[in-house]
């Protein structure tokens, strides 16, 4: 099994930190929306995909030929991705947050908002309950954010104290 060092550095060169919008029903059929902590790390190679499967156990999807938007493209190379989320993407983050170098406030976001949001989220029953207007706010800022830092080519200064 590799080290923690090695699969922060897998995850801060193929791996992505994402926040999904999700949308849930109250038991009164109001709707209101979810933000969903979760990573991801494909490859062509897939002994990289397995690297981080045989640490985290998850989801693995072999997509063929994978072209922009969903088109199949005979010029694309097949593709291997590793996904996790909800618990296991937070949990992932905590473990690795003490080695990411360029992705950190990426994880922060991500393991704040799964530990926030996404587990204390339901009543007893496991039903969706209303969320206080501090932690829509929250997760407002959060998703505008991870998608700012997940844009190709753009440089984003940190907002993590002592972070350049």
């Known amino acids: 099994m590799q080290s923690l060092e090695y ?30 902590p979760g990573l991801k790390m494909s490859n062509t190679d897939k002994r990289l995909v397995d690297v981080m499967n045989e640490r985290w156990p998850s989801t693995i999807v072999f997509l063929q030929n994978p072209g922009r938007n969903g088109s199949n493209q005979k010029n694309h190379k097949n593709i291997w991705l590793w996904e996790a989320n909800t618990t296991t993407a937070t949990v992932i983050c905590e473990q690795l947050m003490p080695f990411l170098v360029s992705k950190k406030e990426q994880a922060l976001i991500v393991m704040t908002m799964g530990k926030i949001g996404g587990v204390r989220n339901k009543n007893r029953k496991g039903r969706a309950r209303a969320k206080p207007d501090w932690l829509l706010l929250l997760e407002d800022f959060a998703v505008n954010r991870i998608r700012e830092l997940n844009k190709r080519g753009v440089d984003c200064p940190s907002l993590i104290h002592g972070e350049t």
């Open 7 to 36: 699969l922060a550095g897998l995850m801060d060169g193929e791996g992505t930190f994402t926040l999904k919008g999700c949308q849930s029903t109250l038991a009164d059929g109001t709707r209101i929306r979810r933000a969903v």
